[in-house]
């Protein structure tokens, strides 16, 4: 049956391939324009569908950059329920805004978040607004194309490298690999904690980058579960064996799953879609599993689950008092957090893309 599926997913891949191609010649031959700001933009983004980690190194260079810059972030707001540009508040539904820019803007709520599948139009209405942002970061933009960043990051999950993937529907390749050249900074994600040199010499020479790219490495490092509701007078950290259910809508939960079972009796899971909308029944069905369950046992989800589930009237107290959630922090391997800041701040001041100093 899993051959029968490579057969007929095989001609579409090659067809979306196709489509690829033709749209990135456009913008090479200048047919499709792409347009250039007179502020820093620096895009973060990648080849493949889903989890390789935006948002959590989206918040990073929001916390390197906002002590030099007056940074904001313009998002198209994936799964919104809404079109056009629109400034996200710390009271926005993520149905109006979208999860990731909901989590950021309640993260940073001095940093302007917006949302615009146009954006162009988004960073025109974005500086209107806020006219003092000097630095915009642009959340999933690298196949936009229309706006010409001053500097192109391209996320790449370590479990899943894009050199031994293939074009949707066949893999999981939103584009073609060979677009990675267009990155000044490519960031393999989700790396092991222990990684030999022989680790890091494998991906660098699969990936085979040009001298004007660097190449760096990060792990995710899960933060203590905290109270998604606070106010219930709950504790504030788990003790470690703590029996815990777990819901989750994110693209890879394996990692987080892994990460909760290690340090907690993990008695349920229940696992959605990426940025799937909690509805009551799936409450009430992680309720009938606490209900089976010792009293102290808790529900965690993640931080972006955590948006889709906050300020929800229809959440029993208990449950809310039950509820948890786990953040994500970036960790750089090798040391190498301050040569990455040095480098785009360098970016940022210059705008050279091929005559920065790249750290070996």
């Keep these: 049956m899993k051959l029968l599926g490579q057969i007929l997913a095989a001609p579409l891949a090659w067809l979306y391939g196709g489509v690829i191609d033709i749209r990135h010649r456009l913008f090479d031959w200048g047919v499709l324009k792409s347009r250039e700001f007179d ?22 260079l929001i916390e390197l950059l906002s002590s030099e810059f007056r940074v904001a972030v313009l998002s198209r707001g994936y799964k919104r329920k809404t079109k056009g540009f629109l400034l996200a508040t710390v009271t926005s539904s993520f149905k109006k805004v979208g999860d990731e820019p909901k989590q950021i803007k309640l ?16 960073i025109e209405r974005l500086r209107e607004a806020y006219p003092e942002v000097n630095l915009i970061i642009l959340d999933d933009a690298f196949q936009h194309r229309y706006v010409e960043p001053w500097v192109n990051i391209v996320l790449m999950d370590y479990h899943n490298p894009v050199y031994e993937d293939r074009m949707l529907p066949l893999g999981r390749l939103r584009d073609r690999p060979a677009q990675l050249s267009r990155a000044q900074m490519v960031v393999v994600t989700k790396c092991p904690e222990e990684m030999k ?12 980058l040009y001298p004007y790219q660097s190449l760096y490495f990060t792990r995710m490092v ?3 579960p905290k109270p998604l509701y606070p106010a219930y007078g709950q504790p504030d950290t788990l003790p470690e064996g703590t029996p815990v259910i777990a819901m989750v809508g994110i693209a890879n939960p394996t990692r987080f799953l892994a990460g909760l079972e290690s340090r907690y ?14 509805k009551m029944k799936d409450i009430h069905a992680a309720e009938e599993a606490l209900s089976g369950c010792p009293p102290e046992t ?11 589930l ?6 029993s107290d208990d449950f809310k008092r039950r509820l948890y959630y786990v953040s994500i922090r970036v960790e750089f391997l090798e040391n190498r957090e301050s040569d990455f800041r040095r480098q785009l701040e360098q970016y940022a001041r210059e705008n050279q893309k091929y005559n920065v100093l790249h750290p070996e």
């Design 222 to 224: 899960s933060q203590p």
């Design 197 to 208: 040199p022989l680790d890091y010499r494998i991906v660098s020479k699969n990936l085979d």
């Design 310 to 315: 906050m300020n929800s009237r229809k959440i």
């Design 39 to 60: 502020i820093p933009i620096i895009c973060v983004g990648n080849i493949t569908v889903g989890g390789t980690g935006k948002t959590p190194h989206t918040e990073l």
């Design 107 to 122: 993260k940073y709520p001095d940093i302007p978040v917006a949302v615009c599948e146009r954006r162009v139009e988004g």
């Design 265 to 278: 009796d993990l008695r349920q899971t229940f696992v959605f879609r990426d940025h799937y909308t909690f």
């Design 298 to 308: 808790v529900v965690v989800v993640t931080e972006k689950d955590a948006v889709r």
